[in-house]
Each structure stands twice: as structure tokens, then as C-alpha cells.
Antibody, heavy 118, light 108 residues
Framework: QVQLVQSGAEVKKPGASVKVSCKAS????????ISWVRQAPGQGLEWMGW????????NYAQKLQGRVTMTTDTSTSTAFMELRSLRSDDTAVYYC???????????WGQGTLVTVSS | EIVLTQSPATLSLSPGERATLSCRAS??????LAWYQQKPGQAPRLLIY???NRATGIPARFSGSGSGTDFTLTISSLEPEDFAVYYC??????????FGQGTKLEIK
């Protein structure tokens, strides 16, 4: 069965960086992309960006350009999302989701809480 | 940037009733519109994609309609497990996408 398993919760200070992982199983990793979505406490969903697991192409949300980097390791079927220069308003649950143009986010990770606090 | 506006913000209904949720796009998204359900402490779950296609395993009481700028998610007869927050998502310029602000479906 398809699973996306994310790394554990993180607490970071303002200005630091965080790197969240998303390990995929149960499907051919390189046949799909991975999108990252975040959700601030009590708020809605915000799309952060996408990466092709096939060739590493990326597409980032404009507001995060320059602060976010998405990568994959095809040898371990794992996607990564790094966010730099963290601010308090980056506090959120971060989700990865399997993403194919023909079918949107049909499988999601369990979410990773990132707390930014001094 | 395409903005999605969902209405109402909160919908109060009883089990067995019919629920109608709306999503309006600031410009045409063709049929590239999806709906998700999210329960507290859980990741969202895909219900509908391409405006009207039910995702795998989604009960037939969930249906989607619309194209262009106006879309509707209908739950024909509410079950207790259907009370949750619902989000629409547009993907007309994939891979970028955007979500509506959500509609909370609560028990009356």
C-alpha cells in the first residue's frame, strides 16, 4: 500500500533552517512528483511547491522563493523540504503529498509540526 | 494568482440532510478543481478531482460539479463521519496550485 512517512516534529529558533523528510513506499517513486503543503495553527492549507521525483524539476510558491529548497533521493525514495531563515509565522504542520498532473494529492504524509520560537 | 473563495464559511446541518458547498475561482480553472476533507489532527483526504471524478474509495454520496469559475461539492445525505472541514483546490496551471479558505461542516 502507498505510504508517505514524514520525519518528526522540530523546534527551531528564528533565523534557523529546518529540513523535513518524506519517505515513500508502495509505488514507483520516480513515476510521481511530491508537493509540499503547510497549515498554520487553526488556518487553511497553503501550497509550498512541487518536485518531480523523475528529474528533480521544481516549482516553488512565489512567496517562498529564495527560502525553500526541495530535493529527492531516489535511492531511498525520499523527498526533502528545507526552509531557511525561519520566522514565527513559519510555525505550521508541513505535509508532503503525492502529486501527478492527472490526479492531485491522493496520498499524504502524516504531517510534521515545525515550531519556530525564541 | 488564482484566488478561490469558498462559501459558506460554516455550514450547520443534521445527519441525513443534504450539504451543498460552493467554491468560486477568480478566473477560469476549466475543470481542474479538486475537493478535500480534513478532520482534526489528520491530513486532508482527496474526495473529488477534475471537478466531478470521485477518488478511489470515496462513497457515492459525495459528488462534484461545475466548470470554469463555479463549483459545487454535494453530500447527498450526511453521515456522522462527514462533519469536517472541506477545501477546494485549483490546478489549472499545474504544478502550482492554490486552496480555498475552507468550509467547516458542523453538526446542528
Amino acid at each position: 500500500q502507498v505510504q508517505l512517512v514524514q520525519s518528526g516534529a522540530e523546534v527551531k529558533k528564528p533565523g534557523a533552517s529546518v529540513k523535513v523528510s518524506c519517505k515513500a513506499s508502495g509505488y514507483t517513486f520516480t513515476n510521481y512528483g511530491i508537493s509540499w503543503v503547510r497549515q498554520a495553527p487553526g488556518q487553511g492549507l497553503e501550497w509550498m511547491g512541487w518536485i518531480s521525483a523523475y528529474n528533480g524539476n521544481t516549482n516553488y510558491a512565489q512567496k517562498l522563493q529564495g527560502r525553500v529548497t526541495m530535493t529527492t533521493d531516489t535511492s531511498t525514495s525520499t523527498a526533502f523540504m528545507e526552509l531557511r531563515s525561519l520566522r514565527s509565522d513559519d510555525t505550521a504542520v508541513y505535509y508532503c503529498a503525492r502529486d501527478l498532473q492527472l490526479v492531485p494529492f491522493d496520498y499524504w504524509g502524516q504531517g510534521t509540526l515545525v515550531t519556530v520560537s525564541s | 494568482e488564482i484566488v478561490l473563495t469558498q462559501s459558506p464559511a460554516t455550514l450547520s446541518l443534521s445527519p441525513g440532510e443534504r450539504a451543498t458547498l460552493s467554491c468560486r475561482a477568480s478566473q477560469s480553472v476549466s475543470s481542474y478543481l479538486a475537493w478535500y476533507q480534513q478532520k482534526p489532527g489528520q491530513a486532508p483526504r482527496l474526495l473529488i478531482y477534475d471537478a466531478s471524478n470521485r477518488a478511489t474509495g470515496i462513497p457515492a454520496r459525495f459528488s462534484g460539479s461545475g466548470s470554469g469559475t463555479d463549483f459545487t461539492l454535494t453530500i447527498s445525505s450526511l453521515e456522522p463521519e462527514d462533519f469536517a472541514v472541506y477545501y477546494c483546490q485549483q490546478r489549472s496551471n499545474w504544478p502550482p496550485s492554490s486552496f480555498g479558505q475552507g468550509t467547516k461542516l458542523e453538526i446542528k
